[in-house]
T-cell receptor, first 109, second 115 residues
Framework: AQRVTQPEKLLSVFKGAPVELKCNYSYSGSPELFWYVQYSRQRLQLLLRHISRESIKGFTADLNKGETSFHLKKPFAQEEDSAMYYCALFPPGAQKLVFGQGTRLTINP | EAGVTQSPTHLIKTRGQQATLRCSPISGHTSVYWYQQALGLGLQFLLWYDEGEERNRGNFPPRFSGRQFPNYSSELNVNALELEDSALYLC??????????????FGQGTRLTVV
């Protein structure tokens, strides 16, 4: 079964500190993986996807097939990064996005 | 460009009643997904419609149903409402080009409260 696990429901770091949101997935093939973000009072939106290999708002995520992980990282957290973050898996053929439980990130001043 | 729109924003129903939620996808998008976001449970996949057909269904009872209209808008119906159906229901749409197929654009959601 396809599954996404985000082990931390809550994560709190200080402004300027590095941040890492963990994501592990369960899928035997080659999935597409995404990070979605939901800022306060805004709709859920795509942050980045692994196939793009891009950095968005200073965030990067590397797909590690050996560890089946897709952790989201940022070297220096900003207060505006406070939000709910969801890791999502799109298994080709399943035609649905499978989301993790989400991690609420709080950046303290 | 208008985003995904959902109506109503809030809906209060009594246990046993029926609820109808509506979603209009981004212009040009043919796929509509429905998700339930219950407190503490993350996003649970409900239904996927594409080109007017139900293509996939999540692990929900049959009283959760829906349809997609020729203009690609969609309706989610929940019959015989139960208290635990109280949640935020999110609709998302995706395009029909390979490169954008898997990027989902979400609406603001409909907050359903069952009392």
């Amino acid at each position: 079964a396809q599954r996404v696990t985000q082990p931390e429901k809550l994560l709190s770091v200080f402004k300027g500190a590095p941040v890492e949101l963990k994501c592990n997935y369960s899928y035997s093939g080659s999935p597409e993986l995404f990070w979605y973000v939901q800022y306060s009072r805004q709709r859920l939106q795509l942050l980045l996807r692994h196939i793009s290999r891009e950095s968005i708002k200073g965030f990067t995520a590397d797909l590690n097939k050996g560890e089946t992980s897709f952790h989201l990282k940022k070297p220096f957290a900003q207060e505006e990064d406070s939000a709910m973050y969801y890791c999502a898996l799109f298994p080709p053929g399943a035609q649905k996005l499978v989301f993790g439980q989400g991690t609420r990130l709080t950046i303290n001043p | 460009e208008a985003g995904v729109t959902q109506s109503p924003t809030h809906l209060i129903k009594t246990r046993g009643q029926q609820a109808t939620l509506r979603c209009s996808p981004i212009s040009g998008h043919t796929s509509v997904y429905w998700y339930q976001q219950a407190l503490g449970l993350g996003l649970q996949f409900l239904l996927w419609y594409d080109e007017g057909e139900e293509r996939n269904r999540g692990n929900f009872p049959p009283r959760f149903s829906g349809r997609q209209f020729p203009n690609y808008s969609s309706e989610l119906n929940v019959n015989a409402l139960e208290l635990e159906d109280s949640a935020l229901y999110l609709c998302a749409s995706t395009g029909n080009l390979y490169l954008t197929r898997t990027e989902a654009f979400f609406g603001q959601g409909t907050r359903l409260t069952v009392v």
